[in-house]
């Protein structure tokens, strides 16, 4: 099972059975609903962007362990960064998730997806809640 | 029968996957093709391939028979009263479309129903979903009962004289319930509505006799039969047929072209269009006579045991949730088990060289009906077996080990 060990990391597990930023605000804010029609995971994030810098994120949703935990990780990474140091990040996601070695200095826990780059099948699940942030800085921006 | 000897005739059955011997448990989704399938296929391209039914020369003709050869299999083998009755299509969906899109419209009106139920997949969902919002007619729902049954008695309380259209499937790509379409369309008859069957996980499975049934259209794949992909039949009573105009127009389908007008060929060429697709035809045919030298009776028996096999181990599981009738004589279990999300189910299976399909089955009102985001299916077809079955109970006691 190391293969499938290399999938579900410790960390993966974590985030997805202790959601971080898991809720929605109480107030209006910019909110993106976003579906994979294919298997039925779906996602509702909500960005509070103030002065070019995503100050809060937080998200609710259904789906595997893989989209989940990703959401929970992305939202933690984004938490404080500016947009466009957020773009950055999604862009290092997606090249992780071609197979590409990419440096997370500034959020240790995304790497443990990198395994996700072995399963092509799930490559969509872990890129969910990155979808739905770009879309959200868009129709922010 | 003899799975295990079945087995050898399936040549991507014989290899590892991710290590292991594979156990392909996803056949509802498309089932895999015998030795004899893909050499028909082959035989007809390296020495009968040619258009049909206009070359003069002798490859036109060995193809045009080898593709109305396969006509009069299909025809024999659901027995229809023609071969006239039998349109070739590109799959179930493309089958149920030209009913929906031809026929529909010349009989509905505002306040006219169509009927289906919720168990329906989207294919024999969304035509008369959409056909409803285009002619005004009201789409209504025969209730489905707590086990997801449908009932001959719901039936009834739900077609009237206003309903003109019934359409529903077989057998539930989901929940393996056997729908009681005989009944049915007697009700339909007596309240001069048509019935239209969605035969694609029925037709694989059982014998098929679209008579008795006394169903006016019915709609089936090839490649869910041991066939190839992007081949499938509409079958409709030849009355029906007759006065419904084309779909796709262009060659092949046409008697008579003028400048301002054209006549159409007579069935089953008028819903036929373009070069048929005859290699596919062809390898629809081989599948046929596979299915009928081991016996539809046969097979049908053998997935029924097997169905009663493994809805018993599976419910042995801790945790299992098991969609549909406990009873089923079809070989398809949709199951979720408690706490681990059915993509990770199929992940972890796959690890173990065993294909299952999780998702929505192409179903999502029935998954809404289940208040289910999300399953996992498990479907066997004549080349699976106990230890099949064994397996993969075994993987998921592992995966809900590893998820725990």
């Known amino acids: 099972m190391s293969q499938l060990d290399d999938l579900y990391r410790r960390v993966i597990m974590d985030h997805y059975k202790t959601p971080r930023n898991h809720g929605k605000f109480d107030e209006d804010v910019v909110t993106v609903d976003l579906n994979n029609p294919t298997c039925g995971d779906r996602i509702s994030l909500q960005l509070k962007v103030e002065d070019g810098i995503v100050q809060d994120a937080r998200y609710t949703g259904e789906g595997c362990s893989i989209s989940m935990s990703s959401a929970s990780m992305m939202t933690e990474a984004v938490k404080g960064k500016g947009i466009q140091e957020a773009l950055d990040f999604a862009d290092r996601f997606s090249l992780m998730m071609k197979g590409e070695t990419v440096d997370f200095d500034d959020y240790e826990d995304i790497e443990a997806l990198s395994g996700v780059s072995k399963f092509p099948a799930r490559i969509k699940c872990a890129s969910l809640a990155w979808n739905a942030l770009r879309k959200g800085i868009d129709a922010e921006a | ?404």
């Open chain 2, 1 to 404: 029968m003899n799975s295990e000897w079945i087995k050898e005739h399936f040549p991507i059955l014989n290899q590892e996957i991710n290590g292991h011997p594979l156990v392909y448990l996803d056949s509802a989704a498309t089932a895999q093709k015998p030795r004899a399938v893909i050499e028909a296929m082959k035989h007809y391209y390296e020495w009968d391939n040619a258009n049909v039914h206009r070359g003069v020369h002798t490859l036109g003709s060995r193809a045009t028979d080898a593709y109305e050869g396969a006509r009069e299999k299909v025809a024999r083998f659901i027995n229809a009263a023609r071969t006239q009755e039998i349109i070739f299509t590109r799959g179930t969906t493309t089958a149920l479309n030209i009913v929906a899109s031809s026929y529909g419209p010349s009989v509905l009106g505002e306040g006219d129903e169509i009927v289906i139920t919720q168990m329906e997949h989207h294919s024999n969902f969304i035509p008369w979903q959409q056909l409803a919002l285009r002619t005004g007619a009201t789409l209504k729902f025969i209730p489905l009962q707590a086990d997801g049954n449908v009932t001959v008695e719901e039936a009834e309380n739900t077609i009237t004289s206003r309903t003109k259209i019934v359409a529903i499937a077989y057998v539930s790509n989901v929940m393996g319930v056997v729908n009681p379409i005989k009944q049915i369309a007697d009700i339909a008859h007596r309240h001069g509505a048509v019935l239209v069957v969605d035969g694609a996980q029925s037709t694989p499975h059982m014998k098929v006799d679209v008579q008795d049934l006394d169903c006016d259209f019915y709609a089936f794949s090839g490649h869910k039969m041991c066939g190839p992909t992007g081949i499938g039949v509409l079958y409709g009573k030849k009355a029906l047929l007759e006065v419904m105009a084309p779909i796709e127009f262009g060659g092949e389908m046409i008697d008579d072209v003028g400048l301002y007008d054209s006549t159409w060929k007579e069935l089953p060429y008028k819903f036929e269009g373009g070069t048929p697709i005859i290699a596919g035809a062809v390898g629809l045919g081989a599948a046929i006579d596979f299915l009928e030298e081991i016996g539809m009776d046969n097979i049908e028996r053998h997935e029924t045991e097997l169905a009663a096999y493994a809805m018993g181990r599976l419910s042995e599981i801790e945790g299992i949730q098991i969609y549909g009738p406990r009873e089923r004589s079809v070989g398809l279990v949709t199951f979720n088990l408690q706490d681990v999300h059915p993509h990770d189910v199929a992940t972890v299976l796959d690890s173990s060289g065993i294909a299952i399909r999780a998702g929505h089955h192409c179903c999502q009102p029935l998954m809404r009906w289940l208040k289910a985001s999300s399953t996992a299916r498990a479907s066997i077809y004549l080349y699976n077996t106990e230890a099949d079955i064994d397996r993969l109970a075994a993987a998921l006691v592992q995966t809900k080990e590893y998820f725990a």
